[in-house]
């Protein structure tokens, strides 16, 4: 809910997608309001959120996307996915394919709108962001953190298909037309390269 009033706010009355930056910085503005303890809450169901797009396809897709990808870079892609909102997250989670009918990605790969658009950095340190506004302590919300019990892993979705850690070979290329058809196709004809 706060990540949907965040890109509400962010995109205030043009109706235009706006960037993961923009998001992240009303979400860290939303979450600045609320007590210590309910950011560090936030953080942990993002945290769960986001672990559930931990997946090739999701890897893949950024690749596609971004003509490259790396361990912070996939961390960036998959908080500009919750960025988007809870049904085209669930929706990309379910089937990373259904990023090619996302109208912001068709605008990336029309060449209207940035390919790094999608770099959710800023929402994924939202939380700590605004805890450190709160608190007026930059090591505060690690801090809180560290001092949290760790959580089950019983209850967690977890991806059908979790990514390994690595992306980029030969094969991985050779496997993205067949497991990403309408994705790739929709940026081995666009001119955003």
């Known amino acids: 809910m706060l990540i949907e009033q965040a890109r509400a706010d962010a995109s205030g009355d043009s109706g235009t997608w706006p960037s ?3 998001i992240g910085a009303a979400l860290a503005d939303r979450l600045e309001r609320l007590p210590p303890e309910q950011i560090i809450e936030f953080h942990q169901s993002y945290l769960g959120t986001a672990s559930r797009a931990h997946q090739w396809r999701v890897c893949a897709s950024a690749f596609l996307i971004w ?43 029309a060449g209207r709108v940035d390919r790094f658009a999608l770099a959710g950095e800023a929402i994924q340190f939202a939380a700590c962001q605004a805890y450190e506004r709160r ?32 992306f980029g ?25």
């Open 169 to 193: 070979s030969p094969e991985d290329a050779a496997q993205i037309p067949l497991r990403l058809p309408r994705l790739h196709a929709l940026f081995a004809s666009s001119d955003s390269r």
């Open 20 to 22: 993961g930056a923009v």
């Open 135 to 166: 608190t007026d302590d930059a090591d505060a919300f690690w801090e809180a953190l560290d001092s949290q019990p760790a959580e089950a892993a019983d209850g967690e979705d977890k991806p059908a298909v979790p990514w390994s850690g690595r």
């Open 67 to 109: 003509n490259y990808i790396s361990d912070d870079g996939f961390s960036d892609f998959k908080a500009g996915l919750v960025g988007l909102g809870q049904d085209a997250f669930e929706q990309v989670v379910a089937d990373p394919d259904a990023l090619a009918d996302h109208p912001m990605v068709r605008a990336i790969a």
